[in-house]
Every structure is written in C-alpha cells, then in structure tokens.
C-alpha cells in the first residue's frame, strides 16, 4: 500500500508537467524566428538572451529542488524544506517567479514591437535615463561593466529582481508616455523620477561593497548591526532613496515630498512594514542634498515639508514595523540628527598603537551616537561613490516648480545626441556569458555539488538557494520590489 512518500512521488509528476510548459513557452521565445520578442524594434538582442537566462537558471532552480525531495522521500524521511515548506509550496514559487519575469519580458517586448510611436519614444528615454543613472555604480566598480537596463510600462514603479542576468527590468508608470508628440516630454518629466530610486534598488541587490566578495545588500546590515529592528526593514528603501538622491536629479528630492501627498492621512502615519513612512522619508532626501553640497535646495524643501506637516496637522504618533509607536518628532530626529562627530579611525604613521586604538574606540562611539536611519544614510553614502557630474547641478530658483522644469529640460536631452538612441545602452550578448543562468552567488556551487552534500544542507541553506538573493516572493525575498 502506498504510504505518504510514495504520494508525494507522485505529485511531482504534476510538477514536472508544469515545468514543460513553462520551458516550452520559454523555448518558443528564445528561437530564432519568435514572432514576440524579433517584432520588437529596439533591445532585441537583450530580451533573447534575458529568456535565455530564466529559463536556464530556473531548470537549475526546478531540478535541484525535485531532485532533492525525492531523495530524502526514497529514504522515507521528510525534506529539511518540511513541513514549513511543502514541496508543492516551493515548486509554486519557483514556476510563479519564473513566469512573472517571463510576463515582464514579454510586456517590455511587446510595448516596443507594438506600442505608438510615444510609447516607444517614452522607453528609449527611460532605458537612457535609467542607464545614465546606472552607470555611475558601473565606472565605480559596484557593477560588473556591461550591465544594463530595460524599461517597460505598467501601473506603478517597480524593479524585478532577477538575479541570472546583468540586466535592470525597471517597471515605469504609463504617465511617463507624452500625450501627443515629443514636444510633451518635458510636460511627462516628473514621471520618470521614480527610476532613479528604482535602479537604486537594483544596486542594493546586484552591487559588491567595496570589499568584493560582499553584496551590497549584506554589507549595509553588517556595518548597521545596533539599529532597532523597525529601522532594520528600512533599510533597502533607504538605501534606494539615497542613490536615487545622489544620481538622480535634484528634482527627485521635491517628487518625493509630492508623492507621499498622496496618501491618505491615516496611512501618512502608518507603516507598510518595508517603507520609511510617508511623513518621515522626504527627509531622507534633504539629508542627502545637503551631504552632496545643496544645502540651500535641502533646507528649502525641508521648510516646505514642515509646512505640508502642519497643514496635515500630523504631530502625533507614528506606527512603526511591528505596530511599534513614537512620537513623530522622534522619527524625524531618527532621520535628521547625529552628534556630528568626525573621528579619523585610522592612526597617523607617528602615532600607531595606542593612540591608533583611542582612534578605533573615538570611532565606535561616533557612530553609535547617530540616530537609526541617520547611520543607514551614512553608510549608504559613504559606500556610493560621488556623483561625476553627469545630472545637472541643482537650480537656483525661488519657484519650486522650476526645480522640475530643470529636470524636463534635462531630460528632453537625454539620448539625443545619437539618431539611433538605443545604440548608446550594451546590449547583453549570451555569447560573452560564461555559463547562462548563472548568479555569481555561492548557491551556484551549492546546486552543483553532489548527492552527498545535499543531504547534507540544513534548512537555512535550502531556504537561501530558494530564495536566490531576493528572487521569488514565496522564499521570502519579497519580489517584485515595489516603491
């Protein structure tokens, strides 16, 4: 009589079904003669080989987990995975991830191969803006040379974590495509502030620290570790704020304070449990224009934002990760004051030893003088490397609103200098990627290792390969990442 693992056995057969259809589809668009992806005019080259990447890291995703709950089941014993995560559970995450890529892929190709003649003109601006925006991260050795972005048009901002490929998917709003003609760019412009905070998420995930074998992502909480946890779920947010600030326009510091204007009141306080919330986080952006030298910029904008507080009337608590509460002068503090201590960690050559100790131990204290969410600007900042010049200067001007028609000036530039605007981006070629649907990450070896081994990986392991660096929702990486 069959027992519980013989059942299980079998439900992989569903499975397996159900990853034929996914790689058929997949295949289908990776052929020389796809209809979908070579009607697309523009990034034709990228979005092959993008399909290329999934569906090669996603049968390694597929076959490592199949192959490793069989071979505990054939020893009648339950998968570390088990009961937390059920084999059906992890298979649908995987399948699930993998198609919400595949429908990205295919929107960004379609909206190029049948979109207007504004809807292709909004994406080949937002590919060269958002790769204007990238690049920095690029030259200062954050990213690998040769990655790129692809832009594509949906509801709101977005960016799709995909650790197989070089490549940014930057989700943008439709409000971005101009209304009649490429005069209207410069009207659209504020939409297509969110990208650079987007491409920031995309650093935090995909960029190493300065010490190469660690990603970003990982050396922002080791160099954080005394912060509460409720600033702790912060910190990839912030962390995007603050490259978005530093590469982006000076204009994205005023779309912020906008955008949080469309809340409600009563979720003006509130906490999703990922974002600063919304009466807290444009002060993160001001931190940051006055660090980079626009304190005139940032001490406008702060004085604005007091002002939108008070006619809000928010003066009260806050609700913080956790249902946690303070008062929200505190969490304001918590973003905008430091005892501002500067201490020089390292020892002058004259003065090794003790005096080099004192200066380790000055050091320490500073920083644990900062205030929570000030010590993740912090160490996002000084990890980042410094603007070149390449976004405008910020604008001296009385009227807000000319800090935005800037940025639309700028913006109705960028690419323009080319008649064919997509020649400016690298295109991905699977020709020059050593092994497709690799990730750089140490779950690459750990998927290759032997039977042995595998029985070998404790829980944590396995949930981490399911989670491939922030990929699927179900493991926990909570993709995509929405603003």
Same mark, same amino acid.
């Given at each position: 009589?069959?027992?519980?693992?013989?059942?299980?056995?079998?439900? @992989?057969?569903?499975?397996?079904?159900?990853?034929?259809?996914?790689?058929?589809?997949?295949?289908?668009?990776?052929?020389?003669?796809?209809?979908?992806?070579?009607?697309?005019?523009?990034?034709?080259?990228?979005?092959?080989?993008?399909?290329?990447? @999934? !569906?090669?890291?996603?049968?390694?995703?597929?076959?490592?987990?199949?192959?490793?709950?069989?071979?505990?089941?054939?020893?009648?014993?339950?998968?570390?995975?088990?009961?937390?995560?059920?084999?059906?559970?992890?298979?649908?995450? %995987?399948?699930?991830?993998?198609?919400?890529?595949?429908?990205?892929?295919? !929107?960004?190709?379609?909206?190029?191969?049948?979109?207007?003649?504004?809807? !292709?003109?909004?994406?080949?601006?937002?590919?060269?803006?958002?790769?204007?925006?990238?690049?920095?991260?690029?030259?200062?050795?954050?990213?690998?040379?040769?990655?790129?972005?692809?832009?594509? @048009?949906?509801?709101?901002?977005?960016?799709?974590? %995909?650790?197989?490929?070089?490549?940014?998917? %930057?989700?943008?709003?439709?409000?971005?495509?101009?209304?009649?003609?490429?005069?209207?760019?410069?009207?659209?412009?504020?939409?297509?502030?969110?990208?650079?905070?987007?491409?920031?998420?995309?650093?935090?995930?995909?960029?190493?620290s300065k010490v190469k074998s660690e990603r970003i992502h990982n050396y922002i909480a080791r160099v954080t570790p005394r912060n509460p946890a409720w600033c702790s779920k912060w910190i990839e947010e912030i962390f995007a704020d603050v490259y978005g600030c530093l590469f982006g326009d000076p204009a994205i510091a005023l779309s912020c304070q906008d955008m949080q204007l469309e809340y409600a009141l009563s979720k003006f306080v509130e906490s999703d449990g990922e974002h600063p919330n919304p009466a807290v986080r444009p002060y993160i952006y001001q931190q940051v224009l006055a660090a980079k030298g626009d304190v005139d910029l940032a001490e406008r904008l702060r004085k604005r934002w007091e002002s939108l507080l008070q006619e809000r009337d928010v003066d009260g608590e806050?609700? @913080?990760?956790?249902?946690?509460?303070?008062?929200?002068?505190?969490?304001?503090?918590?973003?905008?004051?430091?005892?501002?201590?500067?201490?020089?960690?390292?020892?002058?050559?004259?003065?090794?030893?003790?005096?080099?100790?004192?200066?380790?131990?000055?050091?320490?204290?500073?920083?644990?003088?900062?205030?929570?969410?000030?010590?993740?600007?912090?160490?996002?900042?000084?990890?980042?490397?410094?603007?070149?010049?390449?976004?405008p200067e910020s604008p001296a001007v009385a009227d807000m609103e000319d800090v935005y028609n800037k940025f639309g000036d700028h913006l109705v530039l960028v690419g323009d200098n080319s008649s064919d605007l997509d020649k400016k981006l690298p295109e991905l070629d699977c020709s020059l990627i050593p092994e497709i649907g690799s990730t750089d990450l140490w779950i690459d070896a750990i998927k290759k290792s032997d039977s042995s081994v595998k029985l070998a990986l404790p829980q944590d392991v396995w949930v981490r390969v399911l989670q491939a660096g922030g990929w699927t929702n179900k493991g926990g990486g909570g993709n995509p990442k929405i603003t």
């Open positions: 009589m069959p027992d519980q693992f013989d059942n299980k056995r079998q439900r @992989l057969e569903i499975w397996d079904t159900r990853w034929k259809s996914l790689d058929g589809v997949m295949d289908d668009l990776t052929r020389a003669d796809s209809r979908s992806i070579l009607r697309s005019p523009s990034r034709q080259e990228t979005l092959r080989c993008i399909v290329k990447c @999934l !569906r090669a890291f996603t049968r390694s995703q597929f076959e490592f987990f199949r192959t490793g709950f069989e071979n505990y089941w054939t020893q009648k014993s339950l998968h570390p995975l088990e009961p937390e995560y059920p084999a059906d559970s992890v298979f649908g995450a %995987i399948l699930d991830q993998a198609a919400s890529d595949l429908e990205v892929i295919q !929107r960004a190709a379609d909206q190029r191969a049948q979109g207007s003649a504004m809807v !292709r003109k909004a994406l080949v601006k937002a590919d060269n803006y958002a790769f204007e925006v990238l690049k920095p991260a690029i030259t200062g050795g954050l990213l690998p040379n040769g990655t790129t972005v692809v832009t594509y @048009l949906q509801k709101t901002p977005a960016v799709q974590v %995909i650790p197989y490929a070089p490549v940014a998917l %930057i989700g943008i709003p439709f409000t971005c495509v101009p209304p009649t003609d490429s005069e209207d760019m410069k009207k659209v412009a504020r939409n297509y502030l969110s990208i650079p905070h987007e491409v920031g998420h995309y650093v935090f995930w995909h960029g190493y806050i609700i @913080l990760p956790g249902n946690l509460r303070s008062a929200v002068s505190e969490v304001i503090q918590s973003v905008t004051e430091s005892q501002n201590v500067t201490v020089n960690a390292e020892a002058s050559s004259a003065g090794a030893g003790a005096k080099a100790e004192s200066a380790k131990k000055a050091g320490a204290k500073a920083e644990a003088a900062k205030k929570p969410v000030n010590r993740v600007i912090d160490a996002a900042y000084n990890l980042l490397p410094r603007p070149n010049g390449a976004a």
